[in-house]
């Protein structure tokens, strides 16, 4: 069982709308990262948090906005997308973001922008 | 350039027929290789770490082997519930993925 932890499994959404996803890990991990991967492709990165502070951004949209309120949490906040948005959103985290080691996925957060 | 190819890109197989998946890689400075499972519509599923040729690990019917260039996941005697897509990645500067390959197993 993953201890990433991510809400909502699902989610549609507006163009207009204003929605947030959110990742959950009580693994004591230091790095924190969010993918998004379409159907038959493999993650690609988005984000990278090492010790709560932003250390990669593969020059997203701003329309996603990342959030790292303490250790345990990541959120993902999401303006005016795009239906090219929809896709599969996993958050995952590691010991350490340089160091080589292994990481582990959520179940990840389904989105469909309509 | 840092580069991962997983081949082949789809394989079906009868329940019980042993075979390997490739991956093979070109980075600068490996710190580790790793081997996820993916089922359709879930994130990736940690199998295995790889981070000095020779090494070799082993989790039920699956065995992940590492050379410099390459690495194969065996899967021995497969059963249905082991049908996935099967993910390899090297860590480098960052994590790069192989595109992945579709394992179907036959009952």
């Known amino acids: 069982d993953t201890e990433v932890t991510q809400t909502p499994k699902h989610l549609v959404m507006g163009m207009t709308n204003k929605k947030s996803l959110k990742c959950e890990q009580h693994?004591?991990?230091?790095?924190m990262y969010w993918y998004k991967q379409k159907a038959k492709k493999p993650p690609e990165l988005m984000f990278v948090?090492?010790?709560?502070?932003?250390?990669i951004n593969e020059s997203v949209p701003s329309r996603f906005s990342p959030e790292c309120p303490n250790s345990s949490l990541l959120n993902l906040h999401l303006h005016a997308l795009q239906p090219e948005d929809s896709a599969l959103y996993l958050c995952?985290?590691?010991?350490?973001?340089?160091?080589?080691?292994?990481?582990?996925f959520g179940e990840g957060s389904w989105l469909t922008v309509v | 350039e840092d580069q991962v190819t997983q081949s082949p890109e789809a394989l079906r197989l009868q329940e019980g027929e042993s075979s390997s998946l490739n991956c093979s890689y070109t980075v600068s400075g490996l710190r580790g290789l790793f081997w996820y499972r993916q089922d359709p519509g879930k994130g990736p599923e940690f199998l295995f770490t790889l981070y000095s040729a020779g090494e070799e690990k082993e989790k039920e019917r699956l065995k992940a082997t590492l050379t410099k260039k390459e690495s194969f996941l065996h899967i021995t005697a497969p059963k249905p519930e082991d049908s996935a897509t099967y993910l390899c990645a090297v860590q480098a500067q960052k994590l790069v993925f192989g595109q992945g390959t579709r394992l179907t197993i036959n009952p």
């Open positions: 995952a985290t590691a010991w350490d973001r340089d160091q080589g080691n292994t990481i582990y």
């Open positions: 693994m004591g991990h230091r790095a």
């Open positions: 948090y090492s010790y709560e502070k932003l250390s």
